[in-house]
């Protein structure tokens, strides 16, 4: 299309109008068309109706304000390591589970009121504003104070004073959620973090068979996981004790064993270390059998079980720790007796 039927086409108004001699401007394309006239909702026309949306939202304000003390005294009810079967969701911590709900009915209820209100109560004439100077002056400063104002009456704030209360009691009560975590920075946990479940003559346990572990039971360049003898996977406690029992057995050739206390701390070439990564303390799970190598999936932390289990790639700070085996009389692998350093991530108190 030509530059000439492009203007022929696209101004035919100024050439209707040049015909007769003279352009005039064309009709403004995006003319304002108002304001729809404002429809009332039942709750403007009928006190009944606001009374009944005021009292939903008063509830809901309420319902964050129960919530909010059973937050305070899920603190109080639940012991730290308690776990409860809640469908279907399977095992969790019965506090976390306590927090995470009252803490989200607590907020959820409080928006929940806030737009009940705006919704039902709250004015929703539409007013038109034209644009102006961004610099307010002071005309404009008073008059989005008497906006304020406005909007305070029109949000019947003063007026229902059932709303007021509840939501300020709403709204003083939900920052004490926040005051309660602070109980997370304690107790401090003493000997805790030092010592696991192994003791002097505990069986080591396949953890996949549950069966007691014999020396010929590990073949060289196998990854063998084992738990304290005595441990039921079904136990109420057994995430807690695992997460720090959790042993790997590996058969090294002992002339490969480069470390003379991993070697004496071992049998025949058959070590054991902490399956916790000591760098966050993910379970480490994978063995490269040429190298004696094992990796976190976490953060690829590489540790050489042929050489005291030292750090040889990866952020974790320090070795993996060596728990002492032999054999007992029936010729079973044995512990004797607790790892001699605390296992896992380092904490500001392990010196
Ligand atoms: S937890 Fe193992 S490398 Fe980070």
């Avoid at 401007?25 to 039942?42: I, Q, S």
């Avoid at 806030?114 to 005309?139: F, G, K, N, Q, Y």
Wanted: glycine share 8%; hydrophobic share 40%.
């Amino acid at each position: 299309m030509s530059n000439e039927d492009m203007s022929e086409e696209n101004l035919p108004s100024e050439r209707e109008h040049a015909h007769h001699g003279a352009v005039e401007p064309v009709g403004d394309p995006f003319a304002d068309p108002g304001l729809p006239p404002h429809e009332p909702r039942r709750q403007d026309i009928d006190e009944r109706t606001a009374r009944r949306s005021e009292r939903t939202v008063a509830l809901l304000f309420t319902l964050s304000m129960i919530a909010t003390v059973g937050f305070i005294a899920s603190y109080v009810i639940f012991p730290i390591d308690k776990i409860v079967y809640i469908f279907p969701f399977g095992h969790v911590s019965a506090l976390n589970f306590a927090l995470g709900l009252t803490l989200g009915v607590a907020l959820f209820a409080i928006g929940a009121g806030a737009v009940h209100w705006a919704r039902t109560l709250m004015s929703d004439e539409e007013v038109p504003d034209d644009r102006h100077a961004i610099e307010a002056s002071p005309e404009v400063r008073e008059q989005v104070f008497a906006d304020f104002r406005q909007g305070v009456k029109e949000s019947q704030y003063g007026r229902r004073k059932l709303i007021r209360t509840t939501m300020m009691g709403a709204l003083s009560l939900v920052p004490l959620s926040g005051v309660v975590l602070l109980r997370d920075l304690g107790p401090l946990p003493e000997k805790k973090l030092r010592t696991t479940a192994w003791r002097k003559g505990m069986k080591l346990i396949n953890q996949n068979t549950d069966q007691p572990l014999r020396p010929e039971d590990i073949g060289v360049g196998s990854l063998t996981f084992a738990k304290p003898e005595g441990l039921s996977d079904d136990a109420e406690n057994f995430q807690t004790v695992i997460a720090k029992a959790a042993l790997m057995i590996v058969r090294l050739n002992p002339e490969d064993i480069k470390d003379k206390r991993e070697l004496d701390w071992s049998h025949q070439g058959i070590v054991a270390y902490s399956k916790i990564c000591t760098h966050v303390g993910c379970p480490i799970s994978l063995y490269e059998q040429q190298t004696h190598h094992v990796l976190c999936p976490c953060h690829q932390s590489t540790f050489d079980l042929s050489d005291g289990g030292r750090v040889i790639f990866g952020p974790a700070g320090h070795a993996l720790p060596q728990l002492r085996i032999s054999v007992n009389a029936q010729g079973y692998l044995e512990a004797l007796g607790d790892f001699e350093e605390p296992v896992g991530p380092s904490f500001w108190e392990r010196g």
